[in-house]
């Protein structure tokens, strides 16, 4: 076995990356003009200026990432979410301090930052950093280098949030790294190798992380060095004039520079009833999307009195525009300083608020009025300045300046004011300070409930409380702030008596009243937060004089930082070929530097137009009215499309075995709320969606959704439809050819139920579609070009070859763009069609998180019957899923299929079924069906183990499949009477595991925590796996042409390359069966000419598929060429590609893999899963310490990409299990988590802190492609061992409790469930 690690080489160290940096600035950069009506700035060193005067296109709500992408013509920033929740879009801004002077380099989110507000920056693109002509910059080489991309959609981002924080000059440590990176989502790699790759340049790197450096860095990268030599770059001179914009769409813009002319300003708004709005970082109308319209911006980022920062006798000063990241490091300074010791966890506090480039430059002002304008606001920044006494300071002149409590700030009419600064005071004396946030994710996300105390104490008196405490919560209701009738019952009184706290906790039983609005969590789990907190605090407080096994309720879960290893084989077998070897994913670099180019990179075509979609509001209603004549009327719009305008089938979807049908826009019943109901076309997107807003929709009355899985399933009991409408007919069960024992000596009966997933893919969908001589040129972000294809033909009545569909590659899809992306894809095509024009639809995400189905949720019910070794004899299981409104893409069948795992089956009876619900189809999401099979099973397995007490791997032990056991016969995987002939890998890679992660150590020492600590508990579990690869049936082909001038191969291929690496190993696949390096190898876009007739990529099969065609197609060319090789002497392989082609030899190869390629058969794929959580009883926010997880990946062909499958496979799993919940409002039935603020998909500190992945050594694989298997979805299905790992610590809390008893433990696992099911009673158990 061999580590994963690039030949020795010294890792080049942060201060060669500094030069590194200085080497690769662009030339002295010209001075900004200052000019009153025009803003002026530059990117990339050019300068851009927006004169308001003439510049129709831009209104004061128009963002940087528009303007970079489509008047600079930068593609490689990218947007998703634009709300600041997923760091697509950052760039890096240099400003200058408006107090100081100084340069301020900062990662920002173009997409929140107005193009208004630019004027005198400085702003670089991944662009500015290097490219392919040029040179690539070190960051983009290494994250390129450690595999830290997949999709590439995220890379942009990480790649200049890294330049961003290497700019700014610090000392670079690997936790600055690691804590930097808490707003960018990548939903492909799992992290682990972003962090590699960037923690590479820490002055702290791991050696080990050091070594893979590699000589990856050469000096002729300078991209400096082509334009002219230069080492350094000069700030670009800022000008601070104001600026007084009368913009052309009506509104005005100042940009103000003094306090002075910003009353002017404001008193003049406010006398003339103007609706403004201040504009300092402008992050709020992230979280705030719909404040406005206004009719004028007040930007106030440059008035220097706002930035003030001191520190006087009685108090320190932060001025109002005092960003959250300044005000980070001024407070945990000020902590160190006598009187402010409480200012260094407020500092603390501010680090989780919101995330880095939101923090770069929101204010703390602008998070107070955030808090003033939306009382229900969970602000932390309210929060802790509250409960520190501070002061804020509104004035509306140079002289009228009021203070105020913030609590009484709340109700101050601000009309014509300003914050200008908030005071904290100096203290004397014991104060303890205390501040929590409790959220559903560790980092970027709001408070469930919030907590800041500051108490003054005397330890010396019994831990006598000596004057009114401060306890503030956030998140119970938008009135709540102090628990005021708590801090009374607190005053004087000693903490060291326990009946203070029972007081104190049964106040604010009483005085604390949670609302509830959905998705927000329960009222009853938010009040006892508040409870539980207290009780932390005090905790604290007593430190020594608390019980010993009390102390683990004192602090907060406390994540270290990420650590991976991985390991797996490399095979010199074959020499010089590249196959079976590490090597960069072929795109890799092209994605770090925004070369790559995804479907809506491709510039705009002459007079296109862009679709906007209306979709419904309301589920289980009929349409009564569309009226679309107010958004007709709009300057810009084209026209409106709906149902009645689609020649031929409105469909686009008729289901993945032909037989339904999905309507492109709604006729009349709508079933589920977010489906479409028509089409706004118009000169632009931003036209088309202000214009669908303005389509007025009447429904007539609707019924109750339906909308949750149980609750169908119950309506069909009451009406006696339960078999015959929801259970599949008995042909459909997957049953041994025995019977269940009725006598088992145990029997156990129970449920599970697992939650949808939505795929988050970070590319939303998109479509562009170009009318062409013969037809429609379509590109799309598909993963089906032959479904795409036929549904445009069927929904236009035209025929299929005047299509023609291109895919490069997609931003991420897990399944979302199999069925769902072909209804974007249609209805452009429908635009396109009626208005003879370009048409491009690109959905913003939570357009695609409300018209897009998700992974199918399930409901199971099972009786099980065992002896007392736990060897199950009858087992009798329910497996429903919800297939959403339409029952096309279900998924029950796999998930049946797949429960017999690497288990002996005998006197199994499994059911699949469906409901439907009014959600959206649900559809494939990254191992459909599959993880929730598997899962089924490990579920009734942690049952077994806990009716018998014994250790679950002991039962998963008594029941494990042996040679000749008879296999369940399912749906052409397996079949009647066939009997299991191969080897059961999991019982070795279980003992392997157990030896390698010291698991009976580990369980010995978790006993001895959890005995040890009331409060904090660990739990570990073990989930085997055997994964039934069986989508063989699948037609995939690939098109290979040597070019005969220089024997460069091009080549292109039926499967998307969405970020499994599929071009990497089919260039690899080539490179080997030719003989020749992968340099010598293109792999093209995909289309439906060279690829017709294909089916989707999917299953995690197609890589290996399509290199099986390729590997084909190329033995087709040898063979031609191998006559004319023998006729010479060692040729080169350019000399053999000219000779061929001089004697007529076709030099290009096709092939079409499918079902008859029958040395191709279904496998086992064998792995297993340990993983180690602790869990905060209090609060119930868990992590994971540990993760090892062993794969059988066969002979990887490419063991970095596969690894790297591995990883983020498994972390979509665990935000399937412990992280991602969708929440549906029960009376419209609208999805209420579809955004970044609400649905939280894993972000760096999600995942373990020590993460090991072993790809299985010696496991070729003998049925497969090239001896290799699939990668990509098994993974996910282990992930379900952070669940039961949950279970364990929360069954440890339980036991605590005085309760043994089995419960039940459905997923996502929330925080709020942690707390509930670990019965910990705040009265009973303080
Ligand atoms: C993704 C994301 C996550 C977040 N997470 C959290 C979180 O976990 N906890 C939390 O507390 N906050 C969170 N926030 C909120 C964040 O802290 C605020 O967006 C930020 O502090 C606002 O500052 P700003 O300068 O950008 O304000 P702006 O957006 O510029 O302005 C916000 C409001 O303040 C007004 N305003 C600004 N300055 C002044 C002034 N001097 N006087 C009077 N009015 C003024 C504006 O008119 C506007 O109404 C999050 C935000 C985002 C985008
Ligand atoms: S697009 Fe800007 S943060 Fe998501
Ligand atoms: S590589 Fe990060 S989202 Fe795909």
């Given amino acids: 076995m061999t580590f994963a690690v690039a030949p020795n080489s010294a890792c080049l160290s942060q201060a060669f990356l500094r030069n590194k940096m200085k080497c690769i600035l662009r030339k002295p950069q010209p001075q900004l003009p200052a000019s009153n009506d025009t803003v002026t700035f530059l990117i990339n060193g050019t300068q ?16 940087l990432v528009d303007y970079i992408r489509d008047q600079a013509k930068l593609k490689g920033t990218k947007w998703t979410c634009r709300e600041g929740g997923c760091g697509a879009c950052v760039v890096t801004a240099r400003t200058k301090d408006p107090q100081t002077g100084q340069e301020l380099v900062r990662a920002v989110n173009s997409c ?14 991944v662009e500015d950093l290097g490219n392919r002509r040029d040179g690539y910059h070190p960051i983009q080489k290494r994250l390129a280098h450690f595999g830290g991309t997949q999709c590439g959609f995220c890379s942009a981002g990480m790649v200049m949030n890294m330049y961003s924080l290497a700019m700014s000059n610090k000392n670079l440590k690997s936790q600055d790294i690691e804590n930097t990176f808490d707003g960018n989502i990548c939903r492909c790699t799992g992290y682990r190798p972003i962090f ?10 791991d050696p080990e992380i050091k070594k893979r450096c590699d000589d990856i860095e050469d000096c002729g990268s300078c991209p400096g060095k082509s334009s002219g030599g230069c080492c350094s770059r000069p700030a670009a001179n800022l000008p601070s004039a104001n600026l007084d914009l009368s913009l052309p769409t009506g509104e005005k813009w100042n940009k103000i520079t003094d306090l002075k002319t910003t009353f002017e300003i404001l008193n003049n708004h406010a006398k003339n009833k103007i609706k403004y709005r201040i504009v300092a970082g402008n992050t709020g109308t992230g979280v705030f999307k719909f404040d406005g319209p206004y009719d004028a911006y007040v930007e106030v980022n440059n008035v220097p009195d706002l930035s003030v920062l001191s520190v006087n006798k009685s108090e320190a000063v932060l001025g109002a525009g005092i960003t959250l990241t300044k005000a980070i490091d001024f407070l945990e300074n000020l902590g160190n300083t006598e009187g402010f010791k409480y200012a260094g966890g407020m500092g603390h506090h501010i680090r989780r608020v919101a995330n880095t480039p939101v923090r770069n430059f929101g204010t703390i002002a602008g998070n107070i009025m955030m808090k003033h304008d939306h009382h229900d606001f969970p602000s932390d920044i309210f929060l802790i300045l509250e409960a520190v006494g501070a002061k804020v300071y509104v004035a509306s002149s140079p002289t009228d300046i009021s203070s105020y409590k913030l609590v009484d700030f709340l109700n101050v009419d601000m009309r014509g004011r300003l914050i200008v600064y908030f005071t904290i005071p100096k203290r004397k004396g014991n104060y303890v300070y205390r501040s929590f946030k409790i959220t559903k994710r560790h980092q970027n996300a709001h408070a469930y409930v919030n907590a800041a105390f500051l108490i003054k104490v005397d330890p010396a008196l019994d831990f006598k409380i000596t004057e009114k405490p401060s306890i503030c919560f956030g998140g119970i209701n938008p009135k709540f702030v102090h628990a005021t009738r708590t801090e009374d019952a607190l005053t004087g009184a000693d903490l060291a008596d326990p009946n203070t706290l029972k007081k104190a906790i049964k106040m604010l039983d009483e005085e604390v009243e949670p609302d509830h609005h959905l998705p927000d969590s329960t009222p009853q789990y938010r009040k006892q937060l508040t409870q539980n907190l207290l009780y932390k605090v005090v905790l604290g407080i007593l430190g020594e004089k608390a019980d010993g096994n009390l102390h683990s309720g004192a602090e907060v879960l406390i994540r270290e930082q990420n650590s991976g290893r991985q390991t797996y084989d490399t095979d010199e077998e074959f020499g010089m070929s590249p196959l079976y070897k590490p090597v960069a994913k072929l795109e890799a670099l092209a994605q770090c530097s925004g070369e790559a180019e995804y479907v809506n990179d491709i510039p705009k075509q002459q007079d296109e137009l862009s679709g906007a979609f209306v979709t419904a509001t309301l589920a289980n209603t009929e349409i009564k009215t569309i009226d679309a004549s107010e958004a007709l009327k709009v300057p810009g719009v084209v026209t409106f499309i709906t149902s009645k305008d689609i020649p031929g089938r409105n469909s ?26 028509g089409l706004v076309v118009a000169q632009s997107r931003e036209i088309a969606l202000a214009a669908a807003k303005l389509v007025k929709v009447e429904y007539q009355e609707s019924k109750r959704p339906v909308l949750k899985i149980k609750e169908a399933i119950s309506k069909a009991k009451e009406e006696g439809t339960f078999e015959s409408a929801i259970m599949y007919p008995p042909f459909m069960n997957v049953k041994s050819p025995d019977e269940p024992n009725p006598t088992s000596q145990y029997k156990i009966k129970g449920e599970f139920n697992i939650g949808g997933q939505a795929h988050v893919q970070m590319e939303n969908h998109v479509t562009l579609v170009i009318p062409q001589e013969d037809g429609l040129l379509v590109y799309a972000a598909t993963q089906w070009m032959d479904q795409c294809q036929m549904m445009i033909a069927k929904a236009l009545n035209i025929p299929n070859n005047s299509i023609d ?66 060897k199950i004899d009858a087992l009798q299981a329910k497996v429903i899923c919800d297939s959403g409104m339409y029952d096309l893409d279900t998924t029950s069948a796999f998930a049946v299929a797949f429960m017999q795992s690497c288990y002996n089956a005998k006197g199994w009876n499994l059911q699949p079924g469906r409901v439907t619900t009014n959600t959206h189809t649900n559809t494939f999401c990254r191992a459909p069906g599959t993880t929730q099979g598997i899962a089924i099973i490990e579920n009734i397995m942690e049952h077994v183990a806990d009716t018998l007490k014994k250790d679950p791997v002991e039962v998963r032990q008594a029941n494990f499949l042996k040679p000749g056991d008879p296999l369940l016969p399912c749906h052409g995987k397996q079949h009647e009477g066939d009997i299991f002939e191969g080897v059961n890998l999991v019982p070795n890679i279980i003992e392997e595991l157990q030896r390698s992660g010291d698991y009976e150590e580990r369980k010995r020492l978790i006993e001895e925590f959890n005995r040890s600590n009331r409060w904090k508990k660990r739990g570990l579990a073990l989930v085997p796996m055997r994964y039934l690869q069986g989508f063989h049936g699948m037609k995939l082909s690939a098109f290979v042409a040597i070019h005969n001038q220089d024997g460069t191969v091009s080549i292109s291929h039926a499967g998307v390359e969405c970020g499994q690496g599929i071009n990497t190993k089919v260039a690899q696949t080539a490179a080997h069966t030719l003989g020749i390096p992968m340099s010598k190898i293109a792999v093209k876009a995909a289309n439906n000419l060279t690829a017709a007739n294909s089916d989707c990529t999917g299953g995690a099969i197609t890589s290996e598929l399509v290199c099986y065609a390729i590997t084909r197609a190329c033995q087709q060319i040898a063979e031609r060429m191998a006559p004319i090789k023998k ?4 040729p080169s392989w350019e000399e053999l590609v000219q000779k061929c082609n001089q004697g007529g030899i076709d030099l290009r190869g096709t092939y079409q893999y499918s079902a008859n390629d029958a040395d191709v058969k279904p496998y086992d794929i064998y792995g297993a899963n340990l993983t180690e959580v602790e869990v905060d009883i209090l609060t119930g926010e868990f992590k994971i310490v540990r993760l090892d997880l062993v794969e059988d990946a066969g002979k990887s062909l490419s063991p970095e990409i596969d690894i790297g499958q591995i990883e983020g496979s498994l972390v979509m799993g665990l935000g399937l299990w412990s992280e991602e919940k969708l929440v549906f409002d029960p009376e419209t039935g609208r999805l209420l988590t579809r955004n970044t603020w609400e649905y939280k998909v894993p972000l760096p500190k999600c ?4 993460i090991r992945i072993v790809i299985m050594r010696n496991a070729p694989n003998p049925l497969g492609v090239l001896r290799s298997k699939a990668t990509g979805e098994p993974p996910l299905c282990l992930a379900v061992a952070v669940l039961f790992a949950i279970k364990n610590a929360i069954k440890a809390a339980r036991s605590d409790a005085g309760n043994t008893e089995w419960f039940q433990l459905d997923g996502p696992v929330t925080p709020e469930d942690v707390v509930r099911l670990s019965l910990t009673n705040s009265g009973e158990h303080f």
């Fill in 48 to 63: 851009y200026t927006v004169s308001a005067s003439n510049n129709g296109s831009l209104n004061p709500e128009s963002r």
């Fill in 112 to 125: 929140l930052t107005p193009v208004y507000a630019c004027d005198g920056w400085d702003i670089s693109t």
């Fill in 196 to 205: 590699d790759a960037f923690k590479s340049f820490a002055d702290d790197a």
């Fill in 652 to 677: 686009f979807y008729d289901g993945f075995m032909g037989n339904g049908k999905e309507e492109v826009f709604v006729e009349t019943e709508v079933k589920a709320s977010g489906q479409a109901l």
């Fill in 805 to 870: 569909i291109k895919v490069k590659r997609i931003g991420g899809a897990y399944g979302s763009k199999i069925s769902r992306g072909t209804h974007v894809a249609v209805a452009a095509a429908v635009a396109s069609h009626i208005t003879r024009k370009p048409v491009r639809i690109v959905l913003d995400m939570e357009h695609g998180f409300e018209m897009m189905g998700k992974r199918l949720p399930y409901h199971t019910e099972y009786e099980a019957g065992f002896d007392q070794n736990g």
């Fill in 1127 to 1130: 006729g010479l002497e060692d």
């Fill in 1247 to 1250: 995942i373990p802190e020590d």
